[in-house]
């Protein structure tokens, strides 16, 4: 139904309760218009018509009541209603969408609040992976986000998540994924970034004081440190990623990287060099 049709259709139904309303005036007035305008009963003998007219205001209601019920139903069918509705649907769909493509060309990872938070004073791997990825999930204003880094399990390698934005998981509750199992896995086996745009209900939720919500995006992307993969961190935002976001946040995790393997090697020189003191003291001992 368009507007014309729409508009015609309220102005035809406000025309019929008007008149409905008109003639039912007309029929409870019609005792006094019978005695005293046209005077063709006796007021004495009008007793004797209430059968009558009991009969002509049921029937005059139920026609009012019928008519009110056949006005409700059309107004309230969808088969009329669907194509109009459909519209209103497309156009707020269209504003929805415009509106995300503004946001995600709104946020920008900014790559110096990254080096800030590798070049502050020395932190864990647990803590600098943590404050890293927070740091990324803020830029791309993300609801959630998680990092899962490549391990040695007995006699395969497996992704664990080991850092995490805005999830709350006791240490038992981190799932561990095979290179080719899951998205995840997938994403680590394949080396390349994956971004999901029809996430299944129950996928995962963003969680705040309000309530929870299914985000409409993810981005997976592997971590390389030079052509190895080294790990896999997971987005999910409200808004559409861009390859930009993911060439962002290649080049964040680029610096994260970057800093915990100089890190591992410093510790490693240390340790080297603390056990070739620690033999040449044992050997200067045997000697005397």
Request: with cysteine; charged share 25%.
């Amino acid at each position: 139904m368009n507007l014309d049709q729409r508009k015609l259709s309220i102005l035809l139904v406000l025309v019929y309760i008007v008149f409905i309303a008109l003639t039912a005036f007309i029929l409870f007035t019609l005792q006094d218009d019978l005695i005293y305008e046209a005077q063709v009963l006796v007021v004495s003998e009008i007793d004797n018509a209430h059968p009558v007219f009991i009969k002509l205001y049921l029937a005059v209601g139920a026609t009012f009541l019928v008519g009110l019920g056949v006005l409700y139903y059309l107004f309230n069918n969808k088969g009329m209603e669907i194509i109009y509705v459909e519209k209103k649907e497309e156009d707020t769909s269209d504003d929805l969408s415009n509106s995300q493509e503004e946001d995600s060309q709104n946020k920008k990872l900014d790559l110096s609040s990254i080096q800030d938070t590798v070049t502050a004073k020395a932190k864990s791997e647990e803590k600098l992976l943590n404050e890293s990825l927070m740091e990324i999930c803020k830029g791309l204003e993300a609801g959630v986000g998680a990092f899962y880094m490549l391990k040695k399990d007995k006699s395969k390698s497996v992704l664990q998540m080991n850092a995490t934005y805005a999830m709350s998981l006791a240490e038992s509750q981190r799932p561990t994924y095979e290179l080719g199992e899951g998205l995840v896995g997938q994403v680590g086996q394949e080396k390349q970034a994956l971004i999901i745009d029809d996430i299944p209900e129950g996928y995962i939720k963003i969680v705040s004081g309000l309530g929870s919500s299914s985000p409409r995006y993810i981005l997976i992307s592997p971590v390389l440190y030079g052509d190895k993969v080294w790990g896999v961190v997971e987005i999910a935002t409200f808004t559409k990623f861009t390859q930009e976001h993911v060439s962002a946040v290649e080049k964040a995790f680029q610096v994260v990287t970057k800093k915990l393997f100089e890190k591992t090697k410093t510790v490693k020189k240390t340790e080297s060099s603390s056990e070739s003191k620690t033999t040449t003291s044992k050997k200067r001992t045997k000697k005397a």
